[in-house]
């Protein structure tokens, strides 16, 4: 929760409302993963190298469908 907090005080510092957005949706992604106790680099490093696919099937890349191998 006290994530939450700080980046809502943030927001008025970003410099559009996209970037605000993306903070937005990187936040929830972290918190997702702090909630599941998945490592979150791991995380974002295993969307990274499947980024073609991800786009393809996004709901394969769901933090809870993540496996560390």
């Avoid at 907090?5 to 970037?19: A, D, P, S, W």
């Avoid at 786009?55 to 560390?68: I, Q, S």
Wanted: charged share 20%; aromatic share 14%.
């Amino acid at each position: 929760m006290r994530l939450a907090v700080i980046n809502r005080k943030n927001y008025l510092f970003y410099k559009t409302e996209i970037g605000a957005l993306v903070g937005d949706i990187i936040m929830s992604i972290i918190q997702t993963c702090s909630d599941a106790n998945i490592n979150i680099f791991d995380y974002l490093v295993w969307l990274q190298k499947n980024k073609k696919d991800l786009n393809a099937h996004p709901e394969k890349y769901l933090p809870w469908n993540f496996n560390v191998c």
